[in-house]
């Protein structure tokens, strides 16, 4: 089990950049795959990016695809995600998340079983 503390969030204008930081506590960070959602009022949370145990391998939703770098840190057991061109759209509550094992099992976007509280994003237009 882990536990996960994000950071980094708060208000930025339309075209400017973010960047956010998950802290992982736990004995076996490096046994996980890493990842980011956000959760838009009044809509389902969804996707963003994940990153294998490794780190050789990201996957991104099409919506912030070309825009957004996720990248982690066995090391300091920290996942960021840097985020660029920001728009309107992205403003949500963003959730850092665990899955234990293999990121591409049922999908690399699903099966993750840690999250973290979540850290607020507003792009003002």
């Known amino acids: 089990q882990v536990q996960l503390v994000e950071s980094g969030g708060g208000l930025v204008q339309a075209g400017g950049s973010l960047r956010l930081s998950c802290a992982v506590s736990g004995r076996t960070f490096g046994s996980y795959a890493m990842g980011w959602f956000r959760q838009a009022p009044g809509k389902e949370r969804e996707f963003v990016a994940s990153?294998?145990?490794?780190?050789?391998?990201?996957y991104y939703a099409d919506s912030v695809k070309g825009r957004s770098t996720i990248s982690r840190d066995n090391g300091k057991r920290t996942v960021d995600l840097q985020m660029t061109s920001l728009k309107h759209d992205d403003t949500a509550v963003y959730y850092c998340a665990a899955k234990f094992g293999l990121l591409t099992t049922n999908g690399p976007g699903v099966g993750f079983g840690s999250w973290g509280q979540g850290t607020q994003v507003t792009v003002s237009s």
């Open positions: 990153i294998t145990w490794s780190g050789d391998t990201t």
